[in-house]
């Protein structure tokens, strides 16, 4: 059974500062509400109020310029993001991400920025943002911070966010306009269902990324690589930070094995055939 809580909509980001401000520790942000509304109907969440932020336009938009780089604003969904032709043209990995989110009917509702905020280490879309240096912005009343994505994380469902913060805009740098990307997802099932390990790789001609999901505690990133660096230390970083476990889903060598495999697969269509 629901319990009772209050529903707000600030209209403005102002006034969602204010609405933080005043209910610390006791509101959580909706935005699709994929998330939320099923750990509601659980009795996993139990706030107070509800802040709809789908109402505030500054929240919204994808803007792309070759100095900047990409952002994405906080009420974004996911089709919007797959569909977007600057994000299709110079982060086609981002797009690739967010079609892997779910169903059709969900990726309607559900935003990225959401996505990112559960804090889930299997979120597809941190998968592939944190193999591109994504970062993020975090504002309140009391002013605005940038942190990039691969420090957010500090557990499980675990984030650094504040209780009167709100992820404002995912950022996306310049220099990784153009990356040649790959990303393997290992699902139970052919239809949509949550990663049971993810693998994200951007390369550019001056840096290879690997993003892991499913394979730690938080979604993970190698350290930046060499964009030639060869198969055995690839995989040699991905070692160094994937540290999976058993669980329900899968065990810990299936998902070491499967974490290599993707490694292997991905390198070899970036390297044409040099990884296998
Ligand atoms: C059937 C089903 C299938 C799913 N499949 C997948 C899948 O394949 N892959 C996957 O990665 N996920 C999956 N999910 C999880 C979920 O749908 C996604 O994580 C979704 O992107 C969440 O976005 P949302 O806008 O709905 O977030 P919400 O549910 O509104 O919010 C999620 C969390 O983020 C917080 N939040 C949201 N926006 C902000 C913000 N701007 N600032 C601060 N905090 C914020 C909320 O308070 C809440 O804690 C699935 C969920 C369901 C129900």
Redo the contacts with the bound molecule.
């Keep these: 059974m629901l319990q009772n809580f209050g529903y707000l909509a600030p209209k403005s980001l102002a006034e969602l500062y204010a609405v933080l401000k005043k209910n610390s520790g006791k509101a ?11 750990n509601l109907h659980n009795g996993c969440m139990a706030p107070t109020t509800l802040v709809d ?1 789908k109402k505030i336009a500054e929240l919204g938009g994808i803007k792309y310029d070759k100095k900047n780089g990409l952002s994405i604003g ?1 009420v974004v969904t ?1 089709v919007e993001v797959a569909e977007n032709k600057d994000v299709i043209k110079h982060y086609p990995l981002i797009a690739k991400a967010v079609g ?4 059709p009917q ?1 990726r309607n ?7 990112i ?2 804090g ?1 280490p ?4 941190s998968c592939a943002l944190i193999a591109l240096g994504a970062s993020l912005e975090l504002s309140s009343a009391d002013g605005v911070r940038t942190v990039f994505l691969k420090d957010f994380f500090i557990g499980p469902k675990r984030t650094q ?1 504040k209780p009167e ?4 805009r995912i950022l996306v740098p310049a220099d990784m306009a153009g990356a040649n990307f790959g990303m393997n997802k290992l699902k139970r099932i052919k239809g ?4 049971l390990v993810s693998v994200a790789v951007a390369k550019t001609d001056k840096v290879m990324r690997v993003g892991i999901g499913s394979a730690a505690p938080t979604p993970i990133v190698t350290k930046d690589l060499a964009p030639n660096a060869s198969l055995k230390d690839t995989l040699a970083a991905v070692a160094a930070v994937a540290k999976p476990i058993d669980d329900v889903r899968a065990s810990k060598e299936y998902r070491e094995f499967m974490i290599n495999d993707y490694v292997e697969q991905i390198y070899s269509d970036l390297f044409n055939g040099k990884g296998r």
């Design positions: 959580m942000i909706l935005a699709g509400g994929t998330d939320v509304l099923v932020i906080a996911c892997e989110i779910g169903s969900l509702r559900a935003t990225i920025a959401g996505n905020c559960t889930s299997c979120a597809d879309s966010i913060e709100v992820l404002t949509h269902d949550i990663a």
